[in-house]
């Protein structure tokens, strides 16, 4: 999962969750916060009470030496009040909830009970306000608070969204360079336009690291075309020599055979000097590709070519290309790079095996498959069978040597998507795109 979809998802399920636990506290808060204001409206109408008595007298609502209650729900309006005397015995102040009987109904109210004296008297003052009323507001406020959180979670998720991706756009840019490096040698370093000093971090990291391997390459690349041409000239001298005395009808034959097998090693030892050497010539572009080559040509040349090794094995070859491609590069190269994988693919075959060359257009390019019914390759080997300093070994022991290599090298050459699949005893698939 990329980073930046990790990033908003963490932002939008943390406000989520944060937004459940809000909304699941949200009626005691509301309800806590409604009866506090409700206590505080009650001792605030107990001031305004106290300052009727003062002006109008307590007699105006109790008679003085009467044992009656007085009660009214219209001098607050909104509660109601009750003024009746009391034994000093009977005094306990406090704010709480009870039930009051209105005609004949049984509501809860928020009462205030508070105990004064006045004119030589006690007196119990209740204030009360319907609970209904409070709780009808409180649900009110919950529906309203709950649309407005609901809203800024979304707007914050949003921004979220908006700020992460232009936060990472820099590491995108970096993931996008080095996509875009086919080579070392085509890496060029640049710097990145952000001001968030870790990715600047990063990118100077990367150009380092970059600009090591490049210059490792180009040190490894001159390494062997210097060497390779060093050892070009005494190999060269030395089957001269050997041939000489190859000539020579004297030669005893103990010493014919041995000198025979001498010229063998000394040809696969001519054989990988020039297999470095065309490596190191196309890695430093030392051919043109200026030619217009048809791989249906080039599959039937490279046919051609194998007749002979066929049929000594047995093998059959099927050719199934329904179209073809015309790819402008170099024939010799591209000749060697078809002739390599089917050479490998006689080679590691079994006695009576077949070769398969499937070419067809696809929606990204055309598209040419080798397969082989042979030996495989191991899953462990198949990451580094392009690698020309690994020395794999094929199941059979046999060493795969430079020609896979030489393969890619060609392909990259001309730019040709090059993927192998293989499974051990069932054959091996290289799959060549010529991207359109």
Same mark, same amino acid.
């Given at each position: ?32 916060? =409604? ?29 003085? &030496? ?20 009391? $034994? ?56 309203? =608070? ?11 998720? +949003? ?83 050997? @041939? ?30 020039? =297999? ?24 039937? $040349?490279?046919?051609?070519?194998? @007749?002979?090794?066929? @049929? ?26 078809? +002739? ?11 006695? &009576? &095996? =077949? ?10 390019? +055309?598209?040419? $498959? ?8 191991? @899953? ?20 795969? &040597? ?35």
């Amino acid at each position: 999962m990329r980073l930046q979809t990790k990033l908003t998802l963490f932002s939008a399920v943390s406000k989520v969750l944060i937004l459940l636990l809000l909304i699941f506290l949200l009626p005691f808060l509301i309800s806590r916060v =409604a009866l506090h204001n409700t206590d505080k409206r009650l001792l605030t109408k107990k001031e305004q009470v106290f300052d009727i008595i003062q002006r109008q007298g307590i007699d105006s609502f109790v008679g003085t &030496g009467s044992d009656e209650m007085y009660g009214s729900y219209n001098l607050l309006k909104e509660e109601f009040i009750s003024i009746e005397p009391i $034994d000093t015995s009977q005094i306990d102040n406090r704010i709480e909830n009870s039930y009051r009987d209105v005609e004949g109904e049984i509501l809860e109210y928020r009462v205030l009970s508070l105990a004064f004296e006045v004119e030589g008297g006690t007196y119990l003052l209740e204030i009360g306000r319907s609970l209904a009323t409070i709780r009808e507001t409180s649900d009110t406020m919950q529906r309203y =608070a709950s649309y407005f959180l609901v809203a800024v979670v979304l707007i914050t998720v +949003f921004i979220d969204l908006a700020f992460v991706r232009i936060l990472l756009r820099p590491l995108r840019l970096i993931l996008r360079r080095l996509q875009r490096i086919g080579h070392p040698d085509s890496f060029r370093p640049n710097p990145l336009p952000t001001t968030t000093s870790d990715f600047v971090y990063l990118n100077n990291t990367i150009n380092n690291m970059m600009m090591q391997i490049q210059e490792a390459f180009l040190k490894e690349k001159e390494f062997i075309g210097n060497v390779s041409h060093e050892l070009l000239t005494p190999v060269s001298i030395l089957q001269t020599r050997l @041939e000489n005395l190859l000539n020579d009808p004297a030669l005893p034959e103990e010493m014919l055979e041995k000198l025979v097998e001498s010229q063998r090693t000394l040809h696969r030892l001519k054989s990988i000097v020039h =297999a470095l050497l065309l490596i190191s010539r196309i890695e430093n572009e030392q051919y043109l590709r200026n030619e217009e080559v048809s791989v249906k040509s080039l599959v039937s $040349d490279v046919a051609e070519e194998i @007749e002979e090794r066929l @049929e000594i094995k047995r093998l059959t070859l099927d050719k199934s290309l329904t179209d073809d491609i015309t790819w402008k590069g170099t024939y010799s190269l591209l000749f060697t790079m078809l +002739f390599n994988v089917v050479n490998n693919a006689i080679k590691y075959n079994r006695p &009576g &095996g =077949a070769i398969t060359i499937e070419g067809r257009n696809t929606s990204n390019g +055309f598209k040419l $498959d080798v397969k082989d019914t042979g030996v495989g390759i191991p @899953e462990e080997q198949l990451p580094n069978i392009f690698n020309r300093f690994k020395r794999l070994h094929a199941p059979d022991g046999e060493s795969h &040597g430079l020609g896979l290599p030489i393969v890619e090298t060609v392909a990259r050459f001309h730019k040709i998507q090059l993927s192998v699949s293989s499974e051990v005893g069932k054959g091996t698939c290289f799959s060549f795109l010529f991207p359109v």
